[in-house]
T-cell receptor
Framework: SQKIEQNSEALNIQEGKTATLTCNYTNYSPAYLQWYRQDPGRGPVFLLLIRENEKEKRKERLKVTFDTTLKQSLFHITASQPADSATYLC??????????FGSGTRLQVQP | DGGITQSPKYLFRKEGQNVTLSCEQNLNHDAMYWYRQDPGQGLRLIYYSQIVNDFQKGDIAEGYSVSREKKESFPLTVTSAQKNPTAFYLCAAGGSGGPQETQYFGPGTRLLVL
């Protein structure tokens, strides 16, 4: 079956450390992968898009990697801050003209 | 949330009642989307529309209906056939290029059953 998996357990890290979140998928061959941030009770906000021919994408403290062989994307936040605490969602191109979202991973950055 | 408005913020539905959730955008995007989010879950696609007067079913369309008569509006009706409608409903808009386009989300409507 086709699946998008993100760690359902919350990730707790100390302020200043690097947070690494994982998005694994099976039976898809996405041309694009996107990451969104969602705060409680609010709509998701776009962070980064990476294409299948790109290994890595950076934006300020954020970095995304995309390994089409492993069928995995890693999302890194360096020098994490309490304000980075949120749920992070990955979303894939799954062959239709709409994204398919993972269930998200909640990140908690402790001061 | 900029440019996407959803109303109401909270909506209560009685058993057997149809209710309509409003979504309006001023971003001039061709594509619009409706998602459902249950507690602790990701977003599941209900319906999407790439262009006016055209829309496609998503993964969980049963019990829902939509219309796209204007580019800026994409209302969602939760019908009485939807037996478990309690959820957070999110509307989004984006370019018609599909998955390569950024999606912009509204603030959401929380639907509760009385």
């Amino acid at each position: 079956s086709q699946k998008i998996e993100q760690n359902s357990e919350a990730l707790n890290i100390q302020e200043g450390k690097t947070a690494t979140l994982t998005c694994n998928y099976t039976n898809y061959s996405p041309a694009y992968l996107q990451w969104y941030r969602q705060d409680p009770g609010r709509g998701p906000v776009f962070l980064l898009l990476i294409r299948e021919n790109e290994k890595e994408k950076r934006k300020e403290r954020l970095k995304v990697t995309f390994d089409t062989t492993l069928k995995q994307s890693l999302f890194h936040i360096t020098a994490s801050q309490p304000a980075d605490s949120a749920t992070y969602l990955c979303a894939l191109d799954t062959g239709r003209r709409a994204l398919t979202f993972g269930s998200g991973t909640r990140l908690q950055v402790q001061p | 949330d900029g440019g996407i408005t959803q109303s109401p913020k909270y909506l209560f539905r009685k058993e057997g009642q149809n209710v309509t959730l409003s979504c309006e955008q001023n971003l001039n995007h061709d594509a619009m989307y409706w998602y459902r989010q249950d507690p602790g879950q990701g977003l599941r696609l209900i319906y999407y529309s790439q262009i006016v007067n055209d829309f496609q079913k998503g993964d969980i369309a049963e019990g829902y209906s939509v219309s796209r008569e204007k580019k800026e509006s994409f209302p969602l009706t939760v019908t009485s056939a939807q037996k478990n409608p309690t959820a957070f409903y999110l509307c989004a808009a984006g370019g018609s290029g599909g998955p390569q386009e950024t999606q912009y989300f509204g603030p959401g409507t929380r639907l509760l059953v009385l």
